[in-house]
């Protein structure tokens, strides 16, 4: 018998004879908080977070609060306007108004959503896939990405509503629509193969006046990959927070809300309180402290909370010795 033969025949008996552990599969790793499935939560711990300084500035269209009562003022009589009222790296936020009978052009994002909430008067939306819906004050709509959708207003009166769409991105266009030129553009046909859509956490209309005037909570309206713009109920008070309670701060992310039912209070670092009025929109640069509540004594309020890559985990980063998260 060769060398080699004897290794392989003693080989084999070994594995003939070999104790159970060999048959018995390898215990399981053991879990740990950083790796469990569908958790990106864990044990509270404390680091050091980098903010930058000075503070980050408002610049361009973006201020601490936009009031809706001072936007409507600028545009007295007109019926038709459009006014920039927030832009970040992720959104381009306009609040616009429409006469009675204007209509849009179809068109859609490639990868990212479309939405906004009516402000005051009504607009017939129509999305791809979905029924033609009349939309009035209080409603919230979403739209998927490669969706088209129109608007035209109805009624005798404007239609005034906020839009989002995301930031620095061309619309593109049904066959059946002659794109409006855009500077540093050319429009090719082209052919896709996929549509966006909806699920439990989007969709494509939402009655915040309704949500607000139930006792209803946690509801998704849009939340995706790339963008979570949800309504966020905030508690009846009767007094603020401590001075002292600044909340919390995102790292490389800005932060906005449309006070869209209610009375809401926002402390901003470098900034002071700020108070919103329904239809007022509220911007906080990356890096900044916030805290956002209701206005004590008014009731409770609702925000819709509008800040990118919510889905994947989007880190707060709260007080070192705050006893709770804060808003």
């Not at 819906?133 to 969706?147: D, H, Q």
């Not at 494509?204 to 990959?225: H, Q, T, V």
Request: aromatic share 10%; proline share 8%.
């Amino acid at each position: 018998m060769t060398t080699k033969a004897a290794i392989l025949l003693a080989v084999g008996l070994t594995l003939a004879v070999s104790p159970a552990w060999s048959q018995t599969p390898a215990p399981a790793p053991q879990a740990n908080w950083w790796s469990a499935p569908g958790r990106e939560d864990g044990p509270p711990r404390i680091v050091w977070a980098a903010q930058k300084t000075p503070e980050t500035p408002y610049r361009g269209p973006n201020k601490p609060i936009w009031h809706i009562a001072d936007i409507l003022k600028a545009h007295g009589r007109a019926k038709s306007w459009d006014q920039r009222v927030l832009l970040n790296r992720d959104f381009d936020g306009h609040y616009i108004s429409m006469a009675p009978g204007e209509k849009t052009k179809c068109l859609f994002y490639a990868d990212d959503r479309a939405f906004g909430w009516i402000y005051s008067g009504q607009v017939k939306i129509t999305i791809d896939g979905q029924e033609p819906r009349i939309l009035s004050k209080g409603w919230a709509f979403n739209v998927a990405p490669r969706l088209s959708y129109c608007m035209q207003t109805t009624g005798s009166e404007p239609v005034v509503f906020i839009r989002m769409t995301p930031a620095g991105q061309a619309p593109s266009y049904p066959q059946s629509e002659t794109p409006t030129p855009l500077k540093g553009y050319t429009y090719a046909k082209a052919k896709i193969t996929s549509t966006g859509g909806y699920d439990s956490f989007n969709l494509p209309f939402f009655d915040i006046d309704e949500y607000g005037a139930s006792e209803r909570k946690g509801e998704r309206f849009l939340f995706d990959g790339h963008t979570s713009a949800n309504p966020r109920r905030d508690i009846a008070i009767t007094q603020l927070p401590p001075a002292t309670d600044w909340g919390h701060f995102h790292a490389n992310m800005a932060e906005a809300w449309v006070d869209v039912y209610g009375q809401i209070d926002v402390l901003i670092s470098g900034i002071g309180l700020v108070h919103g009025e329904r239809g007022d929109v509220i911007h906080v640069p990356e890096e900044r402290w916030h805290r956002a509540t209701s206005r004590p004594n008014t009731g409770k309020s609702i925000r819709l909370s509008m800040i990118s890559r919510s889905k994947e985990g989007q880190v707060l980063f709260y007080q070192a010795d705050a006893k709770t998260g804060g808003n």
